[in-house]
């Protein structure tokens, strides 16, 4: 294989502006910090940056999520990184806080009182983890009565599922498509 | 007690941990194989009653809603035994089971969504970007230095450190095993593990320190080797000012 090397200043410049920021950098601000960096080349330069670490074996590369750039780790050297963080990696998120994201996502804003009607359960406690994690944030007040907070998802809710928006997820089924699902098993106890 | 409870390792009973009581309806009806929309009510009540009978002898909280479900299955069942007389209006009356069946298909939908996001949260923690250690460099002491010298780290009392311990214990996961004849863990166990622990790092945050623990059990007996190792002067705790995190300092 034939190592081109990268001689474009620009794509360095995108390059060190990715690496060095600790959050997903968007294509507008690696604009508004290098004006070279016109948004049509910038996909390009982080394609040409990708394949060279590729072809040098690299541990890193960059991916793009919550609309931005960022810059992490492969796959691959996952087990020796989470000897690094050893106590300190944050715990992974418990059914009920991925089920009330589910339903913040997808109902935004939304007060805690409907989401408590659709999960069956309070999830005030689930609530106030989210909230510290950032992976919701406060949208306002609702117009119900008491004028409940509606909450919504954050950018680091993206950043953390390794999506760009919300469109990205499967659309809740219709509750049709569930139901003809039931329809269409098997039924044993017809002969 | 349903088989599948009955676990092989010994002494331990695992629980499916139920989120709640939609939650433990949708597990019975995809047991049991019933059609969603023509839920066997009966049945289903008296199986329903079964498990949070048992949660409550396993010591498991059981939320109120697990009960106020009861109630209303208890409702719906009984409804569907009365003759259906018409009431004086002319709407046609509903089948009683009708906004249990629209909840739990609701509940349904969210559900499946929160599947996907477990995966996506699977994959993604195994790539790590720069926030991630700025995340945990927040529990690495800042200047390794300053902060330490006594100045604006407190003594702390044992009312503290019992505050301290009660965030950690409301906090911990729900419970989804119960030991029953044996204590998985001993105060030794607990004492090796914190020095251990901080034969790495000389000082560590207690909540740091208890996360990753898995049950109420493990958490109460690690408490218990904290305030051994505290009595014999093995361990040193201090708090960085008023209500600040506590940190455990290896003497």
């Given at each position: 294989m034939t190592k081109e090397r990268i001689h474009d200043q620009t794509t360095r410049v995108i390059e060190a502006l990715i690496f060095a920021s600790d959050v997903p950098i968007t294509a507008a601000q690696l604009h508004q910090y290098c004006e070279e960096a016109a948004p049509s080349k910038i996909r390009k330069a982080v394609n040409a940056l990708n394949l060279e670490y590729t072809q040098q074996d690299r541990s890193f590369h960059i991916i793009e999520v919550a609309g931005g750039y960022q810059m992490v780790t492969r796959e691959a050297y996952a087990s020796w990184i989470r000897k690094l963080f050893h106590k300190r990696l944050r715990s992974r998120l418990t059914q009920a806080a991925l089920e009330t994201l589910s339903v913040i996502a997808f109902r935004q804003p939304v007060s805690r009182p409907e989401i408590a009607a659709i999960r069956g359960v309070n999830c005030d406690a689930v609530i106030k983890t989210l909230l510290e994690r950032k992976l919701i944030t406060l949208s306002g007040r609702g117009e119900g009565p008491g004028k409940p907070l509606l909450y919504k998802t954050t950018r680091e809710f993206l950043r953390y599922f390794g999506i760009n928006s919300i469109q990205d997820l499967p659309r809740p089924r219709e509750i049709e498509e569930l139901l003809k699902e039931d329809e269409d098993r098997p039924d044993d106890a017809i002969e | 007690m349903p088989e599948q409870w009955q676990k092989k390792e010994g002494y331990t009973v695992s629980l499916p941990?139920?989120?709640?009581p939609l939650d433990l309806l949708l597990y019975l009806i995809r047991k049991e194989e019933i059609d969603i929309v023509d839920i066997p009510i009966a049945s289903i009540t008296s199986q329903y009653l079964e498990y949070v009978e048992l949660m409550k002898e396993l010591d498991l909280e059981v939320a109120g809603e697990f009960i106020l479900m009861a109630a209303t299955l208890i409702q719906i069942k009984v409804r569907m035994l009365l003759p259906k007389t018409e009431p004086d209006g002319d709407e046609e009356s509903e089948d009683p089971r009708a906004e249990l069946i629209r909840q739990l298909l609701e509940y349904k939908r969210f559900k499946e969504v929160a599947e996907t996001l477990n995966e996506k949260e699977d994959r993604q923690r195994r790539y790590f970007a720069r926030c991630d250690f700025a995340w945990a460099k927040q529990y690495i002491p800042k200047e390794e230095t300053a902060s330490f010298d006594r100045g604006f780290m407190n003594d702390i009392s044992l009312f503290d450190l019992l505050t301290a311990f009660k965030t950690v214990l409301d906090n911990?996961?729900?419970?989804?095993?119960?030991?029953?004849?044996?204590?998985?863990?001993?105060v030794q166990d607990q004492i090796n593990y914190i020095l251990g622990m901080l034969e790495k790092e000389n000082r560590i945050p207690f909540h740091i320190m208890m996360t990753d623990l898995q049950d109420r059990l493990t958490i109460i007996v690690t408490f218990m080797a904290i305030l051994e190792l505290i009595r014999t002067k093995r361990l040193h705790v201090q708090q960085?000012?008023?209500?600040g995190d506590i940190w455990l300092i290896k003497q």
């Open positions: - | 941990n139920f989120e709640g911990a996961p729900r419970v989804t095993s119960h030991q029953l004849s044996a204590i998985g863990v001993t960085a000012g008023t209500f």
